[in-house]
């Protein structure tokens, strides 16, 4: 069996779908640290032709080092009908906008309390709009240590996993050589993102948008 992770993203990128699609089990890391130069409150979206980002305000003054399960959203700022409205304007001429509309006409009109829940939500959404039906976990359930690689690996044993799927820019936390000691095989995926790597963490919803039920093709996701 294999497994991949990553964190509860903010409407993730086509490559965050394409390793739970390549993977037997993936899990979502949601006892890690909250940090704002990552994509848990934040989505790529394109805005004639050019890359803007679409960001979830969260409350972080004098809440210390937080895990992603805990950061709370901050309604004092009107980012849902931002987003919204960014959605609508940029894509309203996709072919599939509409046939994907109200989905996020009910996401924006609720008033998530949690990022996390929010984040669930759209991965939820997408991964199934793409027909992928890879069981999932949570990180927080195994009681994992701390360390990226340590984590993974000490998830791996537990599910009885022996290959780990990362992409290549998760060179930067992953130490192979604790894989080889652990015995767990880590394998590079090639995924070219959609767009090219100006675009590497475009959101999958570009995909959708333009594509439809031909994403899952377009992106390669079938094993």
């Not at 990128?13 to 949601?30: E, Q, S």
Request: glycine fraction near 8%; proline fraction near 5%; aromatic fraction near 14%.
């Amino acid at each position: 069996m294999t497994l991949a992770a990553d964190r509860p993203d903010y409407l993730p990128a086509a490559g965050y779908f394409f390793k739970m699609a390549r993977a037997h089990l993936f899990v979502i890391a949601d006892d890690v640290q909250y940090t704002t130069a990552g994509l848990a409150h934040r989505a790529l979206i394109r805005s004639a032709g050019e890359p803007l980002w679409l960001s979830v305000p969260v409350l972080t003054g004098g809440k210390g080092m937080q895990q992603i399960r805990e950061v709370q959203i901050d309604h004092s700022k009107n980012w849902r009908q931002k987003h919204r409205k960014a959605l609508r304007l940029n894509y309203r001429y996709a072919p599939y906008f509409e046939y994907y509309e109200d989905f996020f006409e009910q996401l924006y009109r609720k008033e998530w309390k949690f990022l996390i829940d929010l984040n669930l939500a759209g991965i939820e959404f997408l991964r199934s709009a793409v027909g992928i039906r890879t069981p999932l976990r949570f990180s927080s359930e195994f009681n994992a240590p701390a360390g990226a690689a340590e984590k993974i690996i000490d998830i791996a044993r537990k599910t009885g996993c022996r290959g780990y799927l990362a992409l290549p820019e998760d060179r930067a936390f992953l130490q192979a050589d604790l894989f080889t000691e652990a015995g767990i095989a880590l394998e590079w995926l090639d995924f070219p993102p959609p767009g090219g790597q100006d675009l590497l963490n475009l959101s999958l919803v570009d995909m959708l948008f333009h594509y439809g039920p031909e994403t899952a093709r377009q992106c390669g996701f079938a094993r």
